[in-house]
C-alpha cells in the first residue's frame, strides 16, 4: 500500500523545523531487521561437515536486531534479539564485553515494546557518552530520533525517558520507510549483501574452536552482522540516503 504524497507533505510541514534546528551530528535513524540466510539460499559449510546438501541455512536462528546511526555516518551498537534464552551463550559475550553490541532475548525473537525500552536505555547511555566527543555548541543540543510506527514504540516509559534525555523522537508516517527510512534508502541493500559475504567467508573457515556447530553459528551470525554493519554505515552513504529522505 502506497503513501499519498499529501501525507508525506503533512509530515514534513509538521517536522520540518525540529528536524531542521538539530544538528546532523544528534539525528539518528533507528530500524529493525530481521538476519537473513545467505543470498540464493546457498549453503556454505566447513569441509568436515558432508552430509548437508539442503538449501538454505540449516538450524539458522531467528535473530532480529535494532540498528541506528546518525546523519553523520556515527553508527550506534545493535541491539540483537534473541529467540529464548535465559543467558547470554559463552560464545557471545566476548561482542558485549567489547561495547560493539548489546543483547536482549524475546520467545521468538521479535522486537517488541519491551525491548524498545531498552534499546532506549542502552541509546540515552550510548549518546551520553558520545556527546562528550562532541563540539561544545552541539553537545547539549536535543538529539531526535526518527522511526517507524512498529508497535514496539508505542512504550510510555520508553518515551518518557528519551524526554527526560533530551531526546526527541519522530515516528514516519505508516508504508513510507522505502522512501523515507534511511535504512532503508540507503543501507539495507549493502549490509545484506556484506553480511551474506562475511558469513560465507567465516563458515567457510571459522577463526577459533566452539564446542558445538550452533555456538559456531551463534558466533559467526553476529561477527558478521557487526562487521557488515560497520562496513555499510559511512559518511557518504548516510549522507546520501538522508538527502534522498529529506533529512540531510
Not at 1 to 14: G, H, L, V, W
Not at 77 to 106: D, G, N, Y
Not at 193 to 198: R, W
Request: proline residues 6%; positive net charge; hydrophobic residues 40%.
Amino acid at each position: 500500500m502506497a503513501c499519498e504524497p499529501r501525507i508525506i507533505e503533512e509530515f514534513y510541514d509538521k517536522h520540518r523545523e525540529t528536524i531542521e534546528s538539530t544538528p546532523e551530528e544528534l539525528i539518528f535513524s533507528i530500524d529493525e531487521t530481521f538476519i537473513n540466510k545467505f543470498k540464493k539460499k546457498k549453503v556454505a559449510l566447513p569441509e568436515e561437515i558432508e552430509h548437508m546438501i539442503a538449501k538454505g541455512i540449516p538450524n539458522f536462528p531467528h535473530i532480529t536486531a535494532l540498528c541506528g546511526c546518525s546523519m553523520t555516518g556515527k553508527s550506534v551498537p545493535p541491539l540483537f534479539v534473541l529467540p529464548c534464552i535465559a543467558e547470554l551463550p559463552r560464545e557471545l559475550k566476548v561482542f558485549q564485553r567489547e561495547r560493539h553490541c548489546w543483547f536482549t532475548s524475546t520467545p521468538k525473537g521479535w522486537v517488541n515494546r519491551s525491548v524498545f525500552l531498552l534499546y532506549c536505555i542502552f541509546f540515552i547511555e550510548w549518546l551520553n557518552f558520545e556527546r562528550q566527543r562532541m563540539p561544545e555548541d552541539i553537545r547539549d543540543k536535543p538529539a531526535l530520533i526518527v522511526c517507524d510506527g512498529h508497535s514496539s514504540r508505542e512504550n510510555p516509559l520508553a518515551l518518557f525517558l528519551l524526554a527526560s534525555a533530551n531526546i526527541k523522537l519522530i515516528v514516519l508516517p505508516a508504508h513510507t520507510t522505502h522512501i523515507l527510512q534511511v535504512f532503508d534508502v540507503g543501507i539495507a541493500k549493502r549490509l545484506k549483501s556484506k553480511f551474506t559475504d562475511y558469513l560465507r567467508d567465516y563458515i567457510k573457515a571459522p577463526k577459533q574452536e566452539f564446542n558445538s556447530n550452533a555456538a559456531m553459528m551463534r558466533y559467526a551470525i553476529i561477527y558478521s552482522f557487526i562487521s557488515a554493519w560497520q562496513e555499510s554505515v559511512s559518511l557518504r552513504t548516510v549522507q546520501n540516503a538522508a538527502a534522498a529522505c529529506g533529512l540531510g
